[in-house]
């Protein structure tokens, strides 16, 4: 079974939080992060967001660096890689910015939920989920996508690094201090498998300074061991 290659994409505080302890709508990166990100958006064939992060901002980010759009349609792809909602609600408001902007939009939901055929309105095409994520990846795979951002949220990426299915990270280290419960990986989960944390597990791959005091690290998991 062959899944997508799948890139965490956050900015996260120095304390690991990807919120304020208010919640809600927050960007933590600044201009250097915001080049990291639409990189990482013209590399990847979907981005893949939770439904309460569409619920927060109403929309997605989008490429809007020219050079990387010329980059995407050379090689034969659309301008902007395949929003994918992960969202257990059975519409969401066709008035949010999220429905006018230039992209195809996918719906992921269990189809113990709702309706297996039915697509809501404003969305190009519905998945139906499996009953874990390697499934359902392997089904994204097989729809051509072989490379996906993982935007968010902690839910989300949580359910993610549970499977083990996150093969590389990519963190901007913003200098804030935030607190609260907000961190990328749920508080919610006490034990994690102990492979993660056992020597050799993660490799960095690269660390610089991206201007404004922040810090990109990148790791690979190495699953060679």
């Known amino acids: 079974m062959k899944k997508p290659w799948i890139r965490l994409v956050i900015a996260s505080s120095?304390?690991?939080?990807?919120?304020?302890?208010?919640?809600?709508?927050?960007?933590?990166?600044?201009?250097?992060?915001r080049l990291l990100l639409e990189e990482s958006l013209a590399w990847a064939d979907g981005v893949l967001i939770g439904?309460?992060?569409?619920?927060?901002?109403?929309?997605?980010?989008?490429?809007?660096?020219?050079?990387?759009?010329?980059?995407?349609?050379?090689?034969?792809?659309?301008?902007?890689p395949i929003a994918l909602v992960v969202?257990?609600?059975?519409?969401?408001?066709?008035?949010?910015?999220?429905?006018?902007?230039?992209?195809?939009r996918w719906l992921l939901q269990n189809t113990d939920l709702f309706n297996e055929n039915l697509i809501p309105n404003g969305y190009h095409k519905k998945i139906n989920l499996?009953?874990?994520?390697?499934?359902?990846l392997n089904i994204l795979n097989n729809k051509g996508l072989s490379k996906i951002a993982l935007l968010g949220g902690a839910s989300l990426i949580s359910s993610f690094v549970v499977e083990d299915l996150?093969?590389?990270l990519q963190i901007t280290i913003t200098p804030?201090?935030?607190?609260?419960?907000?961190?990328w990986v749920s508080c919610e989960f006490k034990e994690l498998k102990k492979s993660f944390n056992q020597e050799g597990k993660w490799s960095l791959q690269e660390s610089k300074g991206v201007g404004n005091n922040e810090l990109l690290i990148r790791y690979f998991r190495n699953r060679s061991n």
């Open 14 to 33: 120095i304390d690991g939080r990807i919120a304020y302890p208010e919640g809600g709508k927050t960007q933590l990166g600044k201009g250097g992060d």
């Open 51 to 80: 439904g309460q992060t569409l619920r927060d901002h109403q929309s997605i980010c989008l490429i809007h660096d020219e050079r990387l759009i010329q980059k995407r349609i050379s090689e034969g792809r659309e301008k902007q």
């Open 87 to 104: 969202s257990t609600q059975a519409s969401h408001p066709i008035i949010w910015p999220f429905f006018q902007q230039p992209v195809q």
């Open 130 to 136: 499996s009953d874990n994520w390697l499934n359902s």
């Open 166 to 168: 996150i093969d590389e």
């Open 176 to 183: 804030q201090i935030l607190g609260g419960r907000y961190c």
